[in-house]
């Protein structure tokens, strides 16, 4: 469940997946802006990815994609934003507080996203576990040409406490041995470049951003996380991006923002966001 805290902190563009840059060339993002959706096919609960099903959540995203084509010179990638770890109250059988997904939801969510030219986004939401680990058990998945990761510091517990009882802290050195883990993957199987979406609403959600390296092959981004209203989180995106990492996000919300944002609002943010994330 989102925790409420960024309260207390006051023919069209659309590329397919085969329009990503290959290894060493100019990074993915300068010229493309990518829109999500986020959560789970299981639930409506975790976000619009599991309002809908099929061609009807397909052609959802494409509409709402579709706006912001006349905004902006990017060309506009859609992708499925799906959380492939799931961050729990309980231990589970390995004291890990998490659930993976499984590959067959996993694998249908890729095949919906492929058959549609979108790109999947794979969410980690570490619970007790760590990132190295959750990135290892997808590994398989990320070695495919449109698979990117993100990672949920709101849910990675450094002490004993279970996920959604406070917000959780994530070091720079967690992101970095992503970051290595997908610059493996890039060269080993000679892929194009892929992205790597942190999210953040309080400073203490990255501690140490600014220890967290660039790369020549992953499009780092900074996504501004939490619910509220414009101004709010307009409040929220001026201190995360303080600390800026080398391309930026906005996550917006269809149930618990009050007045949605539109598309041009989004794009007025400075800096202009590369990836907008729908949940």
């Avoid at 943010?269 to 990836?275: D, G």
């Amino acid at each position: 469940m989102k925790c409420t805290a960024i309260v207390i902190l006051a023919g069209l563009l659309l590329g397919p997946v085969t329009a990503a840059q290959a290894p060493g060339s100019g990074a993915f993002l300068d010229d493309h802006l990518v829109v999500t959706w986020y959560g789970n096919p299981r639930t409506s609960r975790m976000g619009v990815l599991g309002a809908t099903s099929g061609p009807e959540r397909a052609e959802s995203l494409r509409r709402q994609a579709k706006e912001y084509a006349a905004l902006t010179p990017k060309r506009i990638v859609m992708a499925y934003h799906l959380i492939a770890v799931i961050a729990q109250p309980d231990p589970g059988r390995d004291g890990r507080y998490r659930r993976r997904e499984t590959r067959e939801t996993i694998q249908a969510m890729l095949d919906e996203a492929r058959a549609n030219g979108f790109r999947l986004v794979l969410d980690i939401q570490p619970g007790h576990s760590t990132v190295a680990e959750e990135v290892q058990a997808l590994a398989p998945f990320l070695g495919e040409p449109e698979v990117d990761l993100a990672l949920d510091p709101e849910f990675t517990m450094p002490d004993e406490t279970p996920p959604g009882r406070k917000i959780g802290t994530m070091r720079a050195a967690d992101v970095n041995a992503a970051i290595d883990a997908l610059e493996s993957i890039v060269r080993t199987r000679r892929l194009p470049r892929k992205m790597l979406i942190v999210h953040q609403f309080t400073h203490n959600m990255l501690p140490d951003k600014p220890a967290i390296r660039r790369s020549s092959l992953v499009d780092v981004v900074l996504n501004m996380d939490g619910f509220g209203s414009p101004s709010l989180k307009r409040s929220t995106w001026r201190f995360v991006m303080r600390e800026p990492l080398a391309y930026t996000g906005f996550k917006l919300f269809y149930k618990q923002d009050t007045d949605l944002m539109s598309p041009a609002e989004v794009l007025a943010l400075q800096p202009t966001p590369s990836v907008v994330v729908y949940q």
